[in-house]
Nanobody, 122 residues
Framework: VQLVESGGGSVQPRGSLRLSCAGI?????????MGWFRQAPGKERVFVSA??????SNYADSAKDRFTISRDNSKTVYLQMNNLKPEGTAMYYC?????????????????WGKGTQVTVTS
């Protein structure tokens, strides 16, 4: 499994970005939980959102009401981020685990992309 993120960039506060993650192509693609995490310089990698194989989603408190996670044909996952704030500046990583249940713990995801940078600045 090789995950590739895209869609990052530089945006002003209150702006929007849509991140994409592709790479689940095996016959079990519909059974993966897909997650998004972010890591700011000098800080730990933290959970942002995840979506299960059945479409059930969950969010970190910082992402609720502003971010939306979705998946397309079980192979591509998106993270729509609206009303971005400067504290959202970080490298955003896509992760996958072969499980019907999702987790907010990064240690439970064996597959990771290399990340896409999001910078929120005026």
């Amino acid at each position: 499994v090789q995950l590739v993120e895209s869609g990052g960039g530089s945006v002003q506060p209150r702006g929007s970005l849509r991140l994409s993650c592709a790479g689940i192509s095996d016959r079990y693609s519909s059974y993966y939980c897909m997650g998004w995490f972010r890591q700011a310089p000098g800080k730990e990698r933290v959970f942002v959102s995840a979506i299960s194989s059945t479409g059930s989603s969950n969010y970190a408190d910082s992402a609720k009401d502003r971010f939306t996670i979705s998946r397309d044909n079980s192979k591509t996952v998106y993270l729509q981020m609206n009303n971005l704030k400067p504290e959202g500046t970080a490298m955003y990583y896509c992760a996958a685990r072969l499980s019907s249940a999702c987790s907010s713990s990064s240690a439970t995801y064996p597959y990771w992309g290399k990340g896409t940078q999001v910078t929120v600045t005026s």
